[in-house]
């Protein structure tokens, strides 16, 4: 044999395999991918058809022959050798079938996981290849393996389609663009007939293929090689159908030989080599593996479609019916109360579900019925079943979904409504668990629990599904129709709990509250029909049975509806008589502030100004609301806000203006109402604040209007600051602080367009007030469409022209008056369109009030108007007083803040002694 290079040593030499050795064999790998020894070069340079015999038959003696392995250092001598062999010619058709093959594969691997996303993305892509060879398309039409992957997918789409309500969002829109995707290709490339074809017989092999010419029998070898080098370990058989212009080369094996002397060193190479066999190449081709389906687990068989079969249970219903009951244990009410102390142990731990839980407890409460143990044990496992029903949320934000929400109603009224049947049934949190008492019916039958909390935490479930639901979309107000569903539920329980001989502790009180806070908002009644709300949940529980989901049988709300038509229609009495019932039985300060609170507003809703009113200032709620919680604050708030909206329809500007003035003024309007969560740029604030502040909103359908508070604010404080500043006798008193900001930058505008909100309507209106133009200023007011928002809208309309013709005569008669001597009672009721007798009571008030120095001449109705000019004493004595109303007000504002405003608070109060010890600037040591 021949040397592989001159850099190797003698020792190398001797340990170079022979020959034989060399060969592939079943532990040896293909030429591609093994080194071949030097005298390989010298076998393969000899042309002679003699000598190729001799070679073959020197194999076949061989093959047998447990190969040596060659050494790392020589495989590597040969690698440089061996790249000219390495590199694969591949065809155009052979690159596209190998594309496409990968394509196939993914889409089936993302099929079988659920990931139509990915699906989607790859179907996008493999279609953006096809459309490259759209010619080839039309002419021998698409591969059988596109086929294969489009019938099976369109399989794989119908059946996920129906589920698709069960996936996630985005999943579930890729699943359905996929199947119009599918569609609209079809019609597109005109696969429908060929698609039929091919579900007909998907083994048939297209008559194309079978028709194709053989090649001629020179290039055979060379093709075979080619395409059993190109093809990828363990690949996809649906990449091999794409149609090409070469056939197999098996017809031609036999004429290889006549055309050996004109072949090349690498064809010569590649046909000896592929001959070699071996037991593993004698071996029938395997066919293609049948994508494994995946598991579905039984689920229970429509009675329609298999009346009188048994039901498969899954491995999870089989697993938590073992752990239950065995198949000869007894069942008592020792052993039921055992196992629901042992599936209670293990809620909240890991790998235990409140799903899991709740199927447990179902279960365990249908064997204490079947074995006839008593109601009271039912109802306590009742209420362990509603308690695994407020576990479902998994955060502190998170709500129960409207289905769950639903089914615990269903519980908590079936609670209630057999604890109402059955007195003799007491559900009480004092009673201890030694005292619990299921099946001696010569005692009173009693459990612990408390009944309240359920209604309370149903609520608060129902509050947090409305924060989290858009309000400006179909589902929040289909949401609301459950609001008569809950209140029907509260009360039933307040009912249920008047009608006990015994009350429960603080139960009573609570249930009252809630019904009160559905009721304190609202004008009037609008009483609820049972039976179209019937028929909306009997549709939506069709629906969630159509598409598989475990669902509770639905009961109607018409065999329990509780709600009293005619006692609800007055809902101010209603309200007065719950709350007038609360302050004696409540014990508990939060819950009589709520009551108080929710009296006031509805009062002042009601336009009852001086009844709420004086219900605010005798309760003293606004010197003890800073002790309470912040919810009650909230509440106070909205309180104060609905006060001063009640002032300013029965025409108490001053009123108005000052219950408005704190909530307004401050900025922070959204936050103080709990009517959104303002983001302001150096808050402090960090996002677990946030987060609770957004747990406080209010519903929407219980906000204020914030554009009518703003215009009601603003409205009252022109009428209240125009008059003020025309005056000018104590100008650096400011009424409104934020009105008066505004209009300053509003003044200092260079240019002035036209209004186009209401902040800018009140301030272009101020400035014609200012001037004395009364009508511009009524119409920019009055045009503005928020009075549409109030009761009564041309009731205020009425009244908000008549006080802007007062405030402007007002503030006419303070910037004008100077320039008179007199002025005609007749022509200033022509001017601002008043009556003589309006006009003369405005100035009698001025008058009295010493704002205006002049006097009534009755004979002629005129106002005369006395110019006195102050003497030197009067200048310096009005002087003098305005710098002591300075002092004392920067007094009381230090003592106000605490002496800490001008940046004293911190330094410590100074001594005599305090720097006698220290000497020089510095305070050193010196003497």
Known sequence: GGQTGGNVNTTQRNSIPPLQATRPSAHTPTTAQSSRPA?????????????????????????????????????????????????????????????????????????????????????????????????????????????????????AVLAAYPQRKKLAKPVAQALTRLKNTLRKTAELYNLEARLAAFRENPDQEDEDEEDAPATPAADAPKEKAKKEKSKPAGGDDDSDSWPSDSDDSDDSDSDSGDDMSTMSKEELRAMFLKKTTDKKETRKPKQPKQPKKPKEEPTAAPADDFDGMTKVLSSREKKEKKALFGKDEEVTCESVLTKLVEIQSGRGKKGTTPGSQMRLLKKLRDIAVDNKLGLALSLKILTHIIASYFDSPTSVAGHMSTPEWHSCHDCILELFLVLDANKNIRVDPEITEDAENFSDESKPLAFRGNAVTFVERLDDEYIKSLQNIDPHSPEYVERLRDEPVLYNLIVLAQKYFASLEEPVADALPAVMIRRVEYLYYKRTFVAPNPELRDEARTKMYTERRENDEECEPYKKLTESWFIDTEEEQDVTKLVSALCKNLYGRVSSDRVRTRAMLCRIFHEALSDDWYKARDLMLMSHLQENITHSDVPTQILYNRTMVQLGLCAFRQGKIADAHCCLHDIWSGGRVKELLAQGVQHQRWSDKTAEELKIEKRRQVPFHMHITMEMIECVYYVCSMLLEIPHVAHGRDAKRVLAKAFRRQLDYYVRQTFKGPPD???????????????????????????????????????????????????????????????????????LSEMFEMSESSVHSVVSKMIIGEELQASHDQPTKTVVIHKTEPTPLQQLALQFADKVGVFVENNERLLL???????????????????RRGGGRGGGRGG
Request: hydrophobic content about 30%.
């Open 39 to 155: 005298t390989m070069s010298r076998f393969f340079a000899t042309g002679d058809g003699d000598t190729s015999s001799s070679s073959d038959s020197e194999f076949e003696d061989v093959q047998d022959t447990k190969p040596v392995p060659t050494t790392a250092k020589y495989s590597l001598a040969l690698d440089s050798d061996d790249e000219d062999e390495r590199r694969v010619v591949k065809s155009k058709e052979q690159k596209q079938a190998e594309l496409f093959g990968g394509y196939f594969q993914k889409i089936k691997n993302k099929q079988r996981i659920g990931d139509w996303s990915q699906v989607e993305e790859a179907y996008s892509d493999m279609h953006k290849v096809l459309k490259k060879t759209m010619a080839q398309v039309k002419s021998q039409g698409p591969p059988r393996g596109y086929l294969k992957c489009i019938t099976e997918l369109e399989d």
């Open 757 to 827: 909100n209401t902040r800018d309507h009140v301030m272009a209106a101020a400035l014609a007030m200012k001037e004395g133009d009364w009508r511009k200023c009524a119409d920019l007011i009055l045009n503005l469409k928020v009075w549409n928002l109030l009761p009564g809208p041309d009731a205020i309309k009425a009244m908000l022209k008549s006080k802007i013709q007062e405030e402007t005569l007002r503030t006419y008669l303070f910037s004008y008056s100077g320039f008179y001597e007199s002025m005609s009672l007749v022509t």
């Open 897 to 915: 803040d605490g002496g800490g405003r001008y940046g004293y608070k911190d330094r410590q109060p100074w001594s005599g002694n305090q720097n």
